[in-house]
């Protein structure tokens, strides 16, 4: 007989190394842990590998890392990640609450590790089935993923959990040039940008974040490219992180904004859009500035910031890629090539309804309760939560690291509802008093091998 694991989780980024730290602290405590297996695609952990630019910072205090405001005892805090390495103090002397995007990225990494045994990396889960009990009801769940060989693995699961992150969100106009090696989005940025040579001309395509950083990174560059920054709003605005704006944030606020109607969480949503959406750290806009003020002072035109435009055409062909900018204040229209293009376009989060698709007549319309799982059918037994997919619900918060530690803990409690007691601890590698789980995952991956089968 197969085995079911008690929990899949499809993804293994933050947020689900955090529900991992959070299973095994459980463990810790009451000598037990619901059994869960993730399956992440990438081939190893790595958090937005292509935008881990030399200057960027993260923008959210180190102390909303994956496990300190839900325990600041854990082993697995940011702080004790540089205690183990050997560098607190030095932190310490930097006087920030900001580490660097690299460091960060290292820390979760260094998290991640720590769980390599209930993890399968390279494998992407391309679906879900249901799996008929007794009665016509649904009581497990059959998770297919695919290897970069073309295999094809399954796996019986009686819950699941979904954190799949973001999806580059590709606005229509440029669709057309998709699979266009010289116009990438964001997310890809230095896995691209390496592809492009000695590119001479090159657009950024966005007013936020994203923007900024590639713009910073693109003008000094030794090749100096012209830059073409292109944008609809008249200026790149500020993200508002004050600090009773920054309460939005908190995990407290997730209740208030759960519990509003839906024309009043629109209204919350836009009315605190500026905290997180096309904008940008004023430090960030500071630098900008400052490199269009000394180009002024040379007398160069090598950076140009096209405020006020919108992209109404584009193709692309042997020669170069081609824009059609429409200036909205002057209201004419230009034509002009590029090398190569960048889009900072932001993300979209609908991805989990792509992998759970199969199971659409059961899901409804994914209205999730408070604990984040999706209301099903009564007759469909799993659970099935979502990490980083709720915002509609639960506020501006749910797709950052803010309230990552807080949510893990909280789905923990709602697992723990539904589970019977579980047999096996959640596997883990180097945690103290936990054993050597390579050993058990190879066991367990020799047992699944035998669903291995070719797409």
């Known amino acids: 007989m197969q085995h079911t694991h008690d929990l899949i989780g499809i ?71 540089l205690h183990e390495q050997g560098r607190l103090p030095d932190f310490i002397n930097l006087k920030s609450f900001y580490p660097s995007r690299h460091e960060f990225n290292d820390y979760l990494g260094w998290a991640a ?22 009665g016509g009801t649904v009581e497990r769940l059959r998770v297919r993923s695919r290897n970069a060989a073309g295999r094809v693995q399954e796996r019986l699961a009686r819950h699941l959990i979904v954190g799949v992150g973001g999806t580059a969100r590709i606005p229509e106009v440029f669709r057309g040039l998709q699979g ?9 940025y230095l896995r691209d940008i390496a592809r492009q040579g000695d590119a001479r001309s090159i657009a950024i395509i966005g007013a936020g974040q994203s923007a900024a950083e590639i713009f910073m990174d693109l003008q000094g560059r ?57 904008v940008a750290d004023l430090e960030l806009i500071q ?32 020669s170069g890629v081609f824009f059609t900018l429409f200036d909205c204040e002057r209201g004419e229209e230009q034509t002009v090539r590029y090398d190569a293009a960048v889009l900072a376009t932001g993300y979209e989060r609908a991805a989990h309804r792509d992998v759970l698709a199969p199971l659409a007549e059961y899901l409804g319309d994914f209205t999730v309760d408070r604990d ?28 950052l690291l803010s309230v990552t530690a807080v949510r893990t803990g909280e789905i923990r409690e709602a697992l723990a509802a539904v589970l019977p007691p579980a047999h096996e601890p959640l596997r883990t590698r180097g945690v103290p008093g936990h054993g050597h789980a390579p050993e058990t995952a190879v066991r367990q991956d020799a047992e699944e091998a035998a669903q291995l089968r070719v797409a």
Not at 116 to 122: F, H, P, Q, V
Not at 375 to 380: D, G, K, L, M, V
């Open 11 to 81: 993804g293994f980024g933050p947020s689900n190394v955090a529900l991992a730290i959070a299973l095994q602290e459980h463990r810790g405590a009451h000598a037990r842990a619901p059994q869960a297996f993730f399956i992440e695609r990438q081939p190893a952990f790595a958090w937005h590998p292509h935008m881990l630019l030399g200057q960027s910072h993260m923008q959210i205090s180190f102390l909303k890392d994956l496990a300190t405001l839900r325990n600041p005892q854990s082993r697995f805090t940011f702080l004790n990640y």
């Open 113 to 134: 590790r720590q769980f390599d045994g209930c993890c399968a990396y390279g494998e992407e889960v391309f679906e879900v089935l249901p799996e008929p009990g007794p």
């Open 180 to 188: 266009e090696p010289r116009v990438f989005h964001s997310s890809t």
């Open 222 to 278: 030794a090749h100096a490219p012209e830059v073409d920054w292109v944008m609809r709003a008249r200026a790149i605005r500020p993200a508002d992180d004050s600090p009773f704006v920054n309460e939005i944030f908190n995990a407290e606020y997730t209740d208030y904004m759960f519990g509003r109607s839906g024309t009043e969480r629109e209204a919350l949503l836009r009315e605190y859009a500026h905290t997180n959406y096309a």
């Open 287 to 318: 630098q900008v500035f400052k490199v269009f003020y000394e180009q002024r002072v040379a007398g160069g035109r090598r950076l140009r910031m096209l405020r006020q435009h919108e992209v109404r055409a584009a193709r692309a062909d042997d």
């Open 372 to 399: 984040y799982r999706v209301r099903t059918a009564p007759h469909f037994k799993p659970a099935i939560f979502l990490q980083g997919a709720c915002e509609s619900s639960h506020g501006l918060s749910d797709t």
